[in-house]
């Protein structure tokens, strides 16, 4: 069964940083690009960022609002996707979720999610 | 970026109603759309790819259709599982875009 368990959630003070990590299992990692999807309290959902399978450069990409302060990793040997975020502010407050991308002709859709890591970022 | 929009925002339908939302994007993204579910505190689940492809496991009476521009998804008879915000999303580019989300509730 495909498995994805993200981890590392918790309060932090703004202008602080914190690293989330997804877990990966049931599936061949290093074969997928992987995807981190936040969602604000009471709020839709947004798409923060992914990161290419290394077939495919292992290249990211970043939403314009977390743009030069988040950094998404991954470790192959260890089936974890990593959301490194610095310079925390009070509208980072979400829940994050990490998705398993699967690729259609060059075209990326999320298939399967995690249940997700809640960050509060308050003084 | 590409803008996203659904209609309506929020819908009350009863058990064994027949249900179609709707989304649009602010430019042409050919097929690259899903759709997802969501259930309160949990995470979203892929109904949806490419505009009208079914995901695995996801019953039939969900159905996407759309291209371009305009895009909806059917369920053809609305079930007590399926009371839940449904989500439109965007692949075509970067930033990949979700819509606002469309609560479907009970009547």
């Known amino acids: 069964e495909v498995q994805l368990v993200e981890s590392g959630g918790g309060l932090v003070q703004p202008g602080r940083s914190l690293r989330l990590s997804c877990t990966a299992s049931?599936?061949?990692?290093?074969?997928?690009?992987m995807s981190w999807v936040r969602q604000a309290p009471g709020k839709g959902l947004e798409w923060v960022g992914f990161?290419?399978?290394?077939?495919?450069?292992?290249?990211?990409e970043y939403a314009a609002s977390v743009k030069g302060r988040f950094t998404i990793s991954r470790d192959d040997s260890k089936s974890i996707a990593y959301l490194q975020m610095n310079s925390l502010k009070t509208e980072d407050t979400a829940v994050y979720y990490c998705?398993?991308?699967?690729?259609?002709?060059?075209?990326?859709?999320?298939?399967?999610w995690g249940k997700g890591t809640t960050v509060t970022v308050s003084s | 970026d590409i803008q996203m929009t659904q209609s309506p925002s929020t819908l009350s339908a009863s058990v064994g109603d027949r249900v179609t939302i709707t989304c649009r994007a602010s430019?042409?993204?050919?097929?690259?759309l899903a759709w997802y579910q969501q259930k309160p505190g949990k995470a979203p689940k892929l109904l949806i790819y490419?505009?009208?492809s079914l995901e695995s496991g996801v019953p039939s009476r969900f159905s996407g259709s759309g291209s371009g521009t305009e895009f909806t998804l059917t369920i053809s008879s609305l079930q007590p599982d399926d009371f839940a915000t449904y989500y439109c999303?965007?692949?075509?580019?970067?930033?990949?875009?979700f819509g606002p989300g469309t609560k479907v509730d009970i009547k």
């Open positions: 998705t398993k991308d699967e690729l259609w002709s060059y075209y990326y859709y999320m298939d399967v």
């Open positions: 049931g599936f061949t990692f290093g074969d997928y690009a």
């Open positions: 990161i290419r399978s290394k077939a495919y450069g292992g290249t990211t």
């Open positions: 430019q042409s993204i050919s097929s690259w």
């Open positions: 490419k505009a009208s």
């Open positions: 999303q965007q692949y075509n580019s970067y930033s990949f875009t």
